[in-house]
């Protein structure tokens, strides 16, 4: 075993201790440690119930994120091979597992015959996992790549592939400190199908083999695409009724609210017409609470999404208190702002960009190509005040034919990057050797 293998694998007692610690002030975090009790005999019961003589396909996905960008892979080949590929699917976050259980608007594939937590990566949780479910191929996406694992996936002869692969220049995983720990686990990959060429060329670098890097683009596109054209959540109808062009603020947090709520009061003053849907990254009872309390301050009558009947919603502002059906949300919008972009980074631009909407961020867009593609573009613009967000939201709303034009641009470049699914398929088909029907 490597020296810096050998200390991530001694340090992962501590760090199981400190999450322990940090549960206690952290529920996402108690969540994660509460759905992995039990997990040893949940797997042992789960994998006897497998039906041999089939392709299993394992794909790991971190959160609900990185699950939409394998659901229309795995869609795929399940379409492709019905009688026989299976899959399993384990989640890092609590926020992944729970989307696949309650909230997300469409059945699972029945594809997938096993659907739990990865439990912590110790050589021993490795060879117990690799052991229940004698997957055919292990399929990681985006980044989520866990060291033990791949290790006895390798020493086990299970083919590995990582899908959607990304690289940013600025990423730690490309330190001095990291770049060697990183490097020992692409090298046990047997494929890495990466977004862009430039990813592809920074994982390439420094590998034995870099022909096994290709450049299949990212998924996502697939998954918004195919959820906008054949939409899966039911909304109150009162979400489409009325003539009031709607502002759409998905994925927000508090420091997104601080902007778009005032903006939007400032807004109100020019265009008395305009109607608002907040849309909380993680519609909690307390952040519900804290979104009324903030549209109060500044006189915004608002409304909470599960209280619309058929009627058009009288208050200016609709509050979205539930997940699954943001994509949905959209398709009423005449413009949309994502949230994320003042705290860590933008969350996902591509949905409303594919609905026709033009888009309006924060200024940290660096995590997400396709939110500088847009500002390129010009359907994507960067709001930095309450005054920059209703004078970019007020001119807009105010020119139908420009806001047309813009969003005709932004579904364009979304629908032009369709096609990734088809190639980390074909991928996956190689290498396990399996030919279409």
Same mark, same amino acid.
């Given at each position: 075993m490597r020296p810096d293998h050998a200390i991530y694998s001694a340090a992962l007692p501590l760090a199981a201790a400190g999450a322990r610690i940090a549960a206690l002030f952290n529920g996402k975090i108690a969540e994660g440690i509460s759905g992995r009790r039990g997990l040893k005999e949940r797997w042992a019961r789960a994998a006897s119930r497998i039906e041999r003589g089939r392709t299993l396909l394992w794909f790991h996905v971190s959160s609900v994120g990185e699950f939409l960008q394998a659901r229309p892979v795995i869609d795929l080949l399940a379409a492709r091979h019905p009688d026989r590929i299976r899959v399993a699917l384990t989640f890092f976050s609590p926020s992944g597992m729970n989307f696949l259980r309650r909230?997300?608007?469409?059945?699972?594939?029945? @594809?997938?015959?096993?659907?739990?937590? %990865?439990? %912590?990566?110790?050589?021993?949780? @490795?060879?117990?996992?690799?052991?229940?479910?004698?997957?055919?191929?292990?399929?990681?996406?985006?980044?989520? %790549?866990?060291?033990?694992?791949i290790a006895e996936a390798h020493r086990s002869g299970v083919p590995q592939v990582l899908v959607s692969g990304?690289?940013?220049?600025?990423?730690?995983?490309?330190?001095?400190?990291?770049?060697?720990?990183?490097?020992?686990? *692409?090298?046990?990959?047997?494929?890495?199908?990466?977004?862009?060429?430039?990813?592809?060329?920074?994982f390439a670098r420094g590998l034995p083999d870099p022909s096994r890097v290709i450049v299949a683009g990212d998924t996502r596109f697939d998954q918004v695409c195919a959820r906008i054209d054949a939409p899966v959540s039911?909304?109150?109808?009162?979400?489409?009724?009325?003539?009031?062009?709607?502002?759409?603020?998905?994925?927000?947090?508090?420091?997104?609210?601080?902007v778009v709520i005032p903006g939007f009061a400032r807004l109100r003053a020019e265009e008395p017409e305009a109607g608002l849907i907040v849309a909380p990254h993680e519609p909690t009872a307390q952040r519900l609470e804290e979104i009324g309390? +903030?549209?109060?301050?500044?006189?915004?009558p608002s409304v909470r999404l599960s209280a619309l009947d058929g009627a058009p919603a009288g208050a200016p502002v609709i509050v979205a208190d539930g997940v699954g059906y943001l994509a949905e949300? *959209?398709?009423?919008? +005449?413009?949309?702002?994502?949230?994320?972009s003042r705290t860590t980074g933008v969350h996902n631009v591509m949905e409303p960009a594919v609905a026709g909407l033009p888009v309006l961020f924060g200024p940290k867009i660096d995590n997400s190509w396709e939110a500088g593609r847009l500002v390129g573009l010009g359907a994507g613009r960067i709001v930095r005040t309450p005054e920059e967000f209703a004078r970019a939201a007020a001119g807009l709303l105010r020119d139908e034919a420009e806001r047309a034009r813009l969003g005709? %641009?932004?579904?364009?470049?979304?629908?032009?990057?369709?096609?990734? +699914?088809?190639?980390?398929?074909?991928?996956?088909?190689?290498?396990l050797g399996i030919e279409r029907a």
């Open positions: 909230h997300d608007g469409a059945p699972p594939s029945p @594809a997938i015959v096993f659907a739990d937590y %990865l439990p %912590l990566d110790t050589p021993a949780n @490795a060879r117990l996992c690799i052991g229940a479910l004698r997957p055919s191929m292990m399929v990681y996406v985006k980044f989520d %790549l866990w060291p033990n694992l990304t690289l940013s220049p600025g990423s730690w995983r490309l330190s001095p400190v990291a770049r060697g720990f990183y490097r020992s686990l *692409y090298e046990r990959l047997d494929a890495i199908a990466a977004i862009t060429g430039e990813d592809a060329a920074r039911k909304l109150p109808p009162a979400v489409f009724s009325g003539r009031r062009p709607l502002l759409i603020a998905g994925s927000t947090w508090p420091k997104d609210e601080a309390r +903030a549209l109060e301050r500044h006189g915004l949300l *959209y398709r009423a919008g +005449a413009l949309a702002y994502i949230g994320g005709r %641009l932004g579904s364009g470049f979304i629908r032009s990057g369709c096609g990734a +699914a088809s190639r980390c398929a074909d991928l996956i088909e190689r290498l």
